[in-house]
């Protein structure tokens, strides 16, 4: 199982605040960002507004680059650039 | 000399005075005090705005506000370093974050308390939108912050 | 913007909460307020010391304070400025001075700040003296607050 | 008229805080720091607390050099170098 999470204007986009996947999915296992990532994107409308580079992604509240592993039971966080302060 | 972190991430208000009070007590080696404080601005981009409301994720945001306080240790010699962030719906002139820092001398206090503004405006995840009559708008980022963050690298 | 300068010599405390106050108080422009406060620290040269005898001359001092306030305000956009420095008698963990700028965004009353407090050491005709149990000692200036004061021209 | 002021260490060496000069005096002018110092300096054992270097001097309430120009009815300081904050 994967936790994913979305906050600020991510979350207001896509419409909720987070989604549990199991870890393998359709014979794919989601094992890093860039495959998570991809799998999101193949949701009506979600493409964009997961594109790389646009958002951040933590992993298990790490801030983790496209190639960084994601293991079975993680907490995988999407984010728009933080502005707090 | 007294080297403790006090980090509170809350929708309640904070009282400058105590904060102050607490990093003065039992520390007689340190000379220096600085606080920064963030208030609401009753302006964005030059026009007026009703207030904010501020959201966060609050597995990493103590994780990383943790993280950035050690850093400053690292770097700097200093004592007691209180960082408080409010969350939720804020109204202008309301107080947003306090960062205070002591150390022998005041340079330390000064570059670490600066230093964790800096850090936490860029790593730290927290989520602005200004609310007016014009509607609501999710704050974009600053490029001046990202450059002051690189800066301490 | 609230362009508001406060300096005060006085041999009585001063209360941080209440130069907050005033520092925010119609200020609705300012979304930095920065203080630094200086404590008289329990040892000198590693060596403890009873308390601090703070010597300035009167007329000077007034003129060199605004002074520097007001090249602060040349060098960035700041809001209220607030100086004050204590003389006389004073005992370890006694507030010395207290500086507090506010500005609209953070850099400048960081920099303000640092800047008033870099001049004030070397330009402000103020003079200490250690009070211990081996006599009493007038400090010598630092080089390092040389060399800072320097750094901003 | 100058007045003059000592402050700090020196004024504890000196063991007086101030002292009013006529402005002409031995038929010479204390018309510049220079000459100011240099008569005060005269005073048994003031030479050495008086070195230029060693104290700094401000006229009328701003820092001064030697060739300052000290004007009648001046206020003269000399004190060490300051130690405040």
């Known amino acids: 199982m994967i936790n994913v999470l979305f906050f600020g204007q991510l979350r207001e986009r896509l419409g909720q605040d987070s989604m549990t996947l199991e870890y393998k999915v359709d014979g794919q296992q989601l094992d890093t960002v860039k495959a998570l990532r991809s799998y999101l994107q193949l949701r009506p409308g979600w493409h964009e507004w997961l594109e790389e580079g646009s958002v951040l992604v933590a992993v298990n509240q790490d801030m983790s680059a496209e190639d960084a592993a994601i293991l079975d039971g993680a907490e995988v966080a999407f984010f728009p650039p933080v502005t707090g302060g | ?153």
């Not at chain 2, 306080?69 to 960082?83: C, D, F, N, P, Y």
Request: net charge negative; glycine share 6%.
């Open chain 2, 1 to 153: 000399m007294k080297c403790m972190n006090r980090i509170l991430v809350q929708s309640a208000d904070f009282c400058l005075a105590h904060e102050y009070q607490l990093l003065r007590t039992d520390n007689p080696q340190d000379g220096a005090i600085v606080t920064f404080t963030g208030l609401v601005r009753d302006m964005a981009q030059d026009l007026p705005i009703n207030g904010l409301y501020l959201e966060h994720y609050p597995a990493m945001t103590a994780k990383v506000l943790g993280n950035i306080v050690e850093q400053a240790r690292t770097k700097w010699s200093i004592g007691g370093a209180t960082l408080i962030h409010r969350i939720g719906h804020l109204t202008p002139a309301e107080q947003i974050v306090f960062v205070g820092v002591t150390s022998q001398h005041r340079e330390a206090a000064y570059l670490a308390n600066m230093f964790i503004m800096d850090y936490l405006k860029t790593q730290a995840p927290f989520w602005k939108k200004e609310l007016s009559e014009r509607g609501d708008k999710w704050v974009e980022p600053k490029v001046s912050d990202q450059i002051k963050s690189d800066h301490w690298e």
